[in-house]
């Protein structure tokens, strides 16, 4: 089941702030975040893991929430290299396996 | 090498030919992932290789769809008489292991175009 992602784009200036959500109908064992530029792979930002544990890099912040089985990821203060799309990928079966959403584009503009 | 590799990053092939895709993952990674993106949208899961076998083959959308993995290391997804509509980029993923809090490298992708 593919998880949904709002806003499907978003507009910022350096230094402003924004925040991408995944939502899902199904309990989820864990969430994998990562944001791809064009024509490139997607890159790992974070995981985040049912009982609160999270691995990533430390200017990037997100959220799980298990009971809502929605997870937010939080752009602080960003930068032009922020630009990309975002995508979140979902563990809905236990099985390591992920689904992804359809993406979210951040542009950042000078 | 230091990344996932895939070859080749063009494929354009006429409706009803066969095509191979090569993924190298990173050297010592045990599982491996293909998944299938079209333009606009996030990376659709294929299939995922635990060493040499295939642990979950659930995502390939019909039996015109193979992947191998022999030695464990590089891995060749087959596509029998393709369609216009198997038209996407195919991405190749590897991890250190299997789990759920092991991260995935991703290469850049093959982009298969059927004309």
């Known amino acids: 089941q593919q998880p949904v992602q709002s806003p499907q784009a978003v507009i910022l200036r350096e230094g402003e702030d924004a925040v991408i959500n995944c939502s899902s109908s199904?309990?989820?064992?864990?969430v994998h975040w990562y944001r791809q530029k064009h024509g490139e792979a997607p890159v790992f930002l974070m995981i985040l893991l049912k009982g609160g544990e999270q691995k990533g890099h430390e200017k990037i912040s997100a959220s799980f929430n298990e009971k809502k089985q929605q997870s937010s990821l939080y752009l602080t203060a960003s930068q032009l290299s922020y630009s990309g799309t975002y995508f979140c990928?979902?563990?809905?079966?236990?099985?390591?396996?992920?689904?992804f959403g359809a993406g979210t584009t951040v542009t950042v503009r000078a | 090498g230091a990344g996932v590799s895939q070859t080749p990053s063009n494929k354009v092939t006429e409706k009803g030919k066969y095509v191979e895709l090569r993924c190298d993952p990173i050297?010592?990674?045990?599982?491996l992932y293909w998944y299938r993106q079209s333009l606009g949208q996030g990376p659709e899961f294929l299939i995922y290789f635990q060493g040499t076998g295939a642990a979950d083959d659930s995502g390939l959308p019909n039996d015109r769809f193979f992947a191998v993995r022999p030695e464990g290391s590089v891995s060749t997804l087959k596509i029998q008489r393709t369609e216009r509509g198997d038209s996407a980029v195919y991405l190749c993923?590897?991890?250190?292991?299997?789990?759920?809090?092991?991260?995935?490298?991703f290469g850049q992708g093959t982009r298969l175009t059927v004309v």
């Open positions: 990928g979902t563990e809905d079966h236990g099985d390591y396996k992920l689904s």
């Open positions: 199904k309990a989820l064992y864990s």
């Open positions: 050297s010592g990674h045990t599982a």
């Open positions: 993923a590897s991890s250190l292991h299997q789990g759920r809090d092991t991260e995935a490298f």
